[in-house]
């Protein structure tokens, strides 16, 4: 059995610290830009129904653009609102001069197409970067507004002087939320990039090729320390709510995180890695497209 006292820990990739001084930041960046606008940054989160997952994330963004002086402008329709509602509602905010970054809280209702109504936001305010037009300037290695999580792994990575150029990285799932803009971020900063997923057979021994690992998948204990190449990079996109022995609950990755710390020398938590970035470069992305709109 391993010396546990002996195990060098991974060393930890701090989304939340990060997060913080990107907020700073950005408020720095607003304070002269507002000068010139007369106003400052929006973003608009248009929520439809009463999940409870989605109302924790949707107030914590809130409170991340009052932080950092992005007035938000909250738009919650009832469960059973229909395409055309929130469609009309998209079209106000994209003609709303005071509006710079429009987003579609997910999960939508089963009946609502998400894909046709997140088609239906201008590209300038896509402040999700989920937009066709702003996927495909990414997989073009063209300047336009990235998608907030993955742009969040790459901005940790960076942080911490991790250089994918040259590395092997290997992404597990392929969502185009996630999995797939991450596999083409890598793929633009020099990795030799493989993508796992739920038809992959032997899913350790692609795993253990990596040089930086990023599971995104939505399993809880998926990835354990024998999967891992010794001294891997591991940022853990996945986020599950597993119960606890004493009845309550705990977010977790699809990492065994206790089992690869001997293993890792890298590894970027669940929770205060990967998720607070996605709310940093979710801010980001509405500077960006506001200092476009108003300033440039
Ligand atoms: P998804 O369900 O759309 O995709 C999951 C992917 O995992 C699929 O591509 C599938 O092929 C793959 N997969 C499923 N089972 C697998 C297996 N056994 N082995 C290998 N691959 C498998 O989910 P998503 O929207 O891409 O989200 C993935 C995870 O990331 C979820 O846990 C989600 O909550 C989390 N997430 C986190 C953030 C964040 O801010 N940290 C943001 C978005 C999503």
Redesign the pocket.
Known sequence: MADEASQTLAQRLDGKALANKIQQELKDRITPLQEKAGRPPGLAVIMVGDNPASAVYVRNKERSCERVGIASFGKHLPKDATFEQVADLIHELNANDLVDGILVQLPLPDHLDSVALLHLIDPAKDADGLHPVNLGHLVRSETGLRS??PA?VMRLLEEYDINPAGKTAVV????????KPIALMLLEANATVTI?????PD?AAVTRTADILVP????PG?ITADMLKPGAVVVD????RVDKPDGGSKLV??IDADSVQGVASYLAP?PG???P???AMLLHNTVLSYSQRCCS
């Open positions: 907030c999580t969040g597990v799932g392929r969502s185009i939320l996630v999995g796992a997923h739920s038809r992959t899913l995104a998948v939505g399993r998926l996109v996945g986020i599950n990755g699809d669940v890695g990967v998720g970035m996605t709310v």
